[in-house]
């Protein structure tokens, strides 16, 4: 049988790999996964990703071992332009639970998000929701006898920056590991007043889509 060709050790990292060398030979490079993130921003910015995306799509560009398993993770993508600023980012969407309870599904971000709660409770979840273009949220929120409720995907970092007064303020997610810079960033800031404040995961314990994917593809191929 025939022995296959050692990879050229001291070959441009950056050429394609050469005629009958699989592509899952070939690593991946720090440099290549930092452009496959900032490719993913410049989607996002475009409305092509969700919140919930971009965080498991960066988490899984630094997963990606090989090439391969790097191109796939956006192949759906466009090659795309990051826009212009927008300059001021004013009118945040606000949500009020005013002696009642309100629940809303996917809100929009692109400005931030206010949430207040008086003699009832808020429960935002957002996943699913469009990420906004520079990857970052702020969240204010305002508990006063009642509760609001943000529920976020896994691989977000949040920043908790709230007072609280005879109130409870939590955060039960899990640290994402990525790099501080590129991560998608959640700040909460606000007030809970007799209420509480609580920031959490739809579900407490699960692998995400894209760490999955790695894990299953790597599986078929060993």
Same mark, same amino acid.
């Given at each position: =049988?025939?022995?296959?060709?050692?990879?050229?050790?001291?070959? !441009?990292?950056? $050429?394609?790999?050469? &005629?009958?060398?699989?592509?899952?030979?070939?690593?991946?490079?720090? #440099?290549?996964?930092?452009? =496959?993130?900032?490719?993913?921003?410049?989607?996002? $910015?475009?409305?092509? +990703?969700?919140?919930?995306?971009?965080?498991?799509?960066?988490?899984?560009?630094?997963?990606?071992?090989?090439?391969?398993? +790097? +191109?796939?993770?956006?192949?759906?993508?466009?090659?795309? &332009?990051?826009?212009?600023?927008?300059?001021?980012?004013?009118?945040?969407?606000?949500?009020?639970?005013?002696?009642? !309870?309100?629940?809303?599904?996917?809100?929009?971000?692109?400005?931030?998000?206010?949430?207040?709660?008086?003699?009832?409770?808020?429960?935002?979840?957002?996943?699913?929701?469009?990420?906004?273009?520079?990857?970052?949220?702020?969240?204010? $929120?305002?508990?006063?006898?009642?509760?609001?409720?943000?529920?976020?995907?896994?691989?977000?970092?949040?920043?908790?920056?709230?007072?609280?007064?005879?109130?409870?303020?939590?955060?039960?997610?899990? $640290?994402?590991?990525?790099?501080?810079?590129?991560?998608?960033?959640?700040?909460?800031?606000?007030?809970?007043?007799?209420?509480?404040?609580?920031? #959490?995961?739809?579900?407490?314990?699960?692998?995400?889509?894209?760490?999955?994917?790695?894990?299953?593809?790597?599986?078929?191929?060993?």
């Amino acid at each position: =049988m025939t022995q296959p060709q050692r990879p050229d050790l001291h070959k !441009d990292p950056a $050429a394609p790999p050469a &005629t009958g060398t699989s592509s899952r030979s070939v690593l991946a490079s720090d #440099a290549e996964r930092e452009d =496959m993130v900032e490719r993913l921003r410049e989607a996002t $910015a475009e409305g092509r +990703l969700t919140l919930e995306e971009l965080a498991e799509r960066s988490e899984a560009a630094y997963l990606a071992r090989t090439r391969e398993e +790097l +191109l796939s993770i956006g192949e759906d993508l466009p090659h795309v &332009t990051p826009p212009e600023s927008a300059g001021s980012t004013t009118g945040q969407r606000s949500f009020r639970a005013l002696f009642g !309870d309100i629940v809303h599904h996917s809100p929009s971000l692109e400005h931030g998000i206010e949430a207040t709660a008086v003699f009832g409770d808020v429960t935002l979840d957002l996943c699913a929701s469009p990420a906004p273009p520079t990857g970052e949220l702020t969240v204010t $929120a305002r508990a006063l006898i009642g509760d609001v409720h943000l529920l976020l995907p896994e691989g977000v970092r949040v920043e908790m920056n709230c007072g609280n007064v005879f109130g409870d303020v939590r955060d039960l997610t899990r $640290a994402h590991s990525g790099p501080e810079a590129v991560t998608p960033r959640v700040r909460v800031t606000g007030s809970a007043v007799l209420g509480d404040i609580i920031v #959490a995961h739809p579900s407490s314990d699960r692998r995400t889509y894209w760490q999955k994917w790695l894990d299953e593809r790597r599986g078929r191929a060993a």
